[in-house]
């Protein structure tokens, strides 16, 4: 961010008001003028570097001025009625659409006349397009009011006198704060609740991807927090009173004044920019802003919005760590004192259900104490964290920049902690919070508050690490058995879950250089691993893992896995079991730790769907593929099995199977067949579309099942009726019968990624299926959606490749999300005669990733004027916005 360079304006002067004649005419138009004009001025030299405090306090005096003019017009000199700024006024903090709030304050039984003026001075405000917050009341009222409204209580104890009665003002605010009203200890208590009810609603972590500045973790809100704290407990918000009163240390002072002047600074480019008091850094506005702020693209891993970002995320994270700490402290000092105080050991103390160091242990000189004090936070039962006292001793250690964690002894420590797994987890996570692991391994310093600028990652580097770690914690217990009972029982079996936590915490800490992070981040780990003095065998472990975190997930999602040439191939790459368990335990995590959105029953089923079949071919001594004809007789066999009790007769399987290509019983289960088989036996009109709906599939998913004459136009339909239904597809088959019928099943979850459990709109997805394919003409279009909020922002360019894969033409699509784009792509499909035979549908944020098996209408590969005809017509149908797309399309192909 660039440094300020540019004074502020002087404050413009302002003539003087004539007591009681009111703000009328030309003066209000005046007034409203000495605001804008100044406000512009302002804002020119805010883009020119200004300092944004300083413009801030200037604003605040400008507005000021404003009022006492309006006081004194309206009002006059009285000893009735005093106007007081209260809120971000009181602490000289207007940014340029901040609400202005206001506390008149009068007498008991003001008199009529009083009254009347008051009432024309607030009119007048909004004359002068100052928005107040305003309360007009009595001395008693405020006091009764305050001490009932810890808020109302706040806004008191850094108010200040504008204009009026200085006496009446001061019985309000000379003997604030006031322990009458609210004791230190209760008015702490009352705001820790406060603020963990802010933290809740706006998403309980400072890295939410479109944070709040001002009432998120981390905001404005928390960094106020420590001032009005400062007020009650040492008697000034001062940082100097505050350090000499023990709430703060200098290093503190300095950190949050920093952190202060990033978030005014990009406050008040937020409000120039929105033109309203937005208090969200909302997708809408962050490339602006970071162009507005001197951030500039290094290249497509380091944009300059990203810098922006972290730059964000590093004063928020520090302003809530001080806040923490802070909070913390003024328990401590608070409280009542305590006997509850039991030694552990080397100098270290458990107070209660906190940990806390004694003053003969010092971190700067053992820097292996620092390891074990995460350590013994872990395994201590019923501890909730660390006291004050601990946590500034931690942070005086890391600022010593000599401090030499590459001693033996305290990686040994360090190893040892990773070497417990899951329980080692809550230690790793507090290491992280509070920046031990930033010293410990200097490329996660490096992705602290490192955002990635798309909707596909909802968290920050950082946070999403922890996030992996604690849910491979999670596979060990009661919990992840039920959630997830496969991870469950490989997390009992793996031989050292620490190799797991250190693949996790290395998987994504290469995000930001450029280039690729999996090579990068196996580079790091295989050096940190040695640094550790693992053993070659472990470390390759390690490596390897990190290099290939992203194999099962795409290998999973964007390739057939009913074809055992894939799962003999993924079997080659993982070689062996011990290596697929670990492999399969961080993708699971990976996912989850992603977005909250992102792990669904599709996904659960296709990931332990592959490590199944990979585990047996794993199993395999020859490592030959198996048989097709071995493959159709055993799936014939079973399900075959599974229909007997059903009732139906040989005779009658006979005749439906003979219309079922050998295709059908390579790429179905023996449960898909079998469900198939009795609906077309169940079904009475042949001429009509057969359709059918499991709820619950074999993969997790709902089913949808269509049996039918092929027709031009039959998958467009299909989907279009899905996509009316707000249905995703996440994958399809499409398979010709011996006949002139098609087989086709649709895999789709509703809008919130589960399967269709209610009966009732699966009858009416059923029947709309019905409708639609019984008329003439196959006509039904996709709905037409606006694009939400967040996906406007972002822009995937097109990417379109043909390939051949087992005699089909094989077409990838890349491209934006968009709602209706699989119906659409269909439709386009449908235009040109083309024929889908297979479809696996991706979505990863704003991000689609689509693969289509493919032919003519003669079931013959699209030669290369095929190729390009549909590439041009689906350019033309995603709505290609920006030129420059159809240049890089092109060229990549």
Not at 243 to 257: M, N, P
Not at 657 to 677: G, H, N, V
Not at 792 to 809: K, M
Request: aromatic share 8%.
């Amino acid at each position: 961010m660039s440094q300020p360079a540019t004074r502020v304006p002087p404050l413009p002067r302002l003539a003087r008001p004539v007591p009681r004649v009111g703000v009328v005419g030309p003066a209000r138009l005046a007034l409203r003028q000495y605001l804008d004009d100044y406000d512009r001025d302002l804002a020119g030299a805010f883009r020119d570097d200004a300092d944004a405090q300083e413009i801030v306090v200037n604003r605040t005096a400008a507005v000021e001025r404003v009022l006492a003019y309006a006081w004194h017009s309206w009002i006059g000199d009285t000893v009735d009625a005093s106007l007081i700024a209260v809120g971000g006024f009181g602490r000289r903090e207007l940014f340029p659409h901040s609400d202005v709030d206001l506390l008149i304050l009068t007498v008991a039984s003001p008199e009529p006349r009083l009254i009347r003026a008051v009432e024309a001075f607030c009119a007048c405000l909004w004359d002068l397009r100052i928005k107040p917050g305003l309360a007009v009341r009595d001395l008693a009222g405020c006091r009764q009011l305050a001490a009932q409204d810890a808020s109302v209580y706040t806004n008191l104890i850094e108010a200040r006198l504008l204009a009026g009665s200085q006496v009446l003002a001061e019985r309000l605010l000379a003997p604030l704060p006031d322990e009458t009203l609210w004791t230190p200890a209760r008015f702490l208590a009352a705001k820790q609740a406060e603020q963990a009810v802010r933290h809740q609603r706006f998403g309980d972590t400072a890295y939410n991807l479109e944070p709040q500045l001002k009432e998120g973790p981390g905001g404005l809100r928390d960094l106020q927090l420590v001032g009005w704290l400062g007020r009650v407990v040492a008697g000034s918000a001062d940082p100097v009173v505050m350090v000499e009163a023990g709430l703060l240390d200098a290093s503190e002072s300095d950190a949050l004044a920093t952190a202060r002047a990033t978030l005014f600074r990009i406050r008040y480019a937020l409000h120039l920019l929105a033109g309203r008091a937005e208090e969200r850094l909302l997708f809408d506005y962050q490339r602006e802003l970071a162009r507005t702020l001197g951030y500039r693209d290094e290249h497509a891993d380091n944009l300059g919005v990203e810098q922006f970002m972290q730059d964000y995320y590093r004063a928020a994270r520090r302003i809530a760590g001080t806040n923490e700490e802070l909070l913390a402290r003024c328990a401590e000092m608070l409280a009542a004192p305590t006997a509850d105080v039991r030694s552990l050991g080397n100098g270290y103390l458990r107070i209660g259900d906190r940990l806390d160091v004694d003053d003969s242990l010092r971190f700067a000189d053992q820097p292996r104490a620092l390891i074990e004090l995460y350590a013994l936070f872990a395994s201590e039962t019923g501890l909730r964290g660390l006291r004050a006292h601990a946590l500034r001793q931690v942070r005086m250690a890391l600022a010593d920049v000599d401090l030499d964690f590459d001693r033996p002894e305290v990686l040994e420590s360090l190893r040892s902690l990773i070497e417990r797994g899951a329980p080692a987890v809550d230690a790793l996570v507090a290491m992280a919070r509070h920046g031990v692991l930033g010293r410990l391994i200097p490329g996660f310093a490096k992705v602290t508050g490192r955002m990635q600028y798309d909707l596909f990652h909802a968290y920050t580097v950082d946070e999403h690490t922890m996030r992996v770690l604690r849910f491979i914690a999670r596979f060990a217990t009661e919990g992840g058995a039920r959630d997830f009972p496969l991870a469950h029982s490989l997390y009992g079996r793996i031989p050292e879950p620490g190799l797991l936590l250190l693949a996790g915490l290395f998987h994504d800490i290469a995000k930001g250089r450029g280039g690729d992070h999996s090579v990068l981040g196996e580079e790091d780990a295989t050096l940190f691993c040695a640094r550790l003095g693992l053993r070659p065998a472990a470390t390759d472990q390690v490596a390897w893992l990190v290099r290939n975190h992203l194999l099962m997930s795409v290998t999973a999602q964007r390739q057939d896995i009913t074809d055992p040439a894939v799962i003999h191939r993924f079997a080659a790459e993982v070689d062996d079991w011990e290596r697929l368990d670990y492999l399969y335990l961080l993708t699971v995590a990976d996912i989850n730790g992603t977005s909250p959105r992102l792990w669904n029953t599709w996904r659960d089923r296709l990931l332990s769907d592959l490590y199944t079949a990979t585990r047996y071919a794993l199993r395999e001594e020859s490592g030959e593929l198996p048989k097709a004809g071995e493959r159709v007789a055993e799936t014939r066999i079973r399900a075959q099995t599974i229909l007997q009790p059903k009732g139906l007769d040989e005779r009658t399987i006979a005749r439906i199977w003979a219309d079922f290509p050998e295709e059908s019983f390579l790429r179905y289960r023996p449960e898909q067949i079998a469900w198939q088989t009795a609906a077309i036996a169940a079904h009475a009109d042949a001429g009509e579309a057969l359709v059918r709906i499991n709820p619950m599939g074999v993969r997790g998913t709902t089913e949808v099942f269509v049996y039918s004459v092929d027709r031009d136009g039959l998958f467009a339909t299909i989907t279009a009726v899905l996509d009316r239904a707000q249905l995703n597809v996440v994958e399809a088959r499409v398979i010709s019968a011996r006949s002139s019928r098609v087989l086709d099943t649709f895999f789709v979850l509703d809008a919130a990624g589960k399967p269709l459990h209610d009966p009732v709109r699966v009858s009416e997805v059923e029947e709309a299926l019905r409708s639609a394919l019984g008329r003439a003409l196959l006509d039904a279009k996709p709905a037409r959606r606006a694009l939400s909020r967040a996906l406007r922002h972002f822009h995937v360019v097109p990417r379109i490749v043909f390939s051949i894969v087992d005699d089909r033409t094989r077409l990838g699509l890349v491209c934006t999300d968009r709602p209706g784009l699989l119906a659409s792509v269909a439709q386009t499909f449908r235009s040109l005669g083309v024929r889908v035979h297979d479809a696996r549908i991706a979505t990863f944020g704003e991000r689609v990733e689509d693969f289509f098996r493919i032919s003519d209408e003669n079931d013959q590969l699209l030669d290369e004027g095929r190729q390009e005809a549909l590439r041009t017509a689906l350019l033309e149908q995603l709505d290609i916005r920006h030129p420059e797309s159809r240049k890089v399309m092109h060229a990549s192909h």
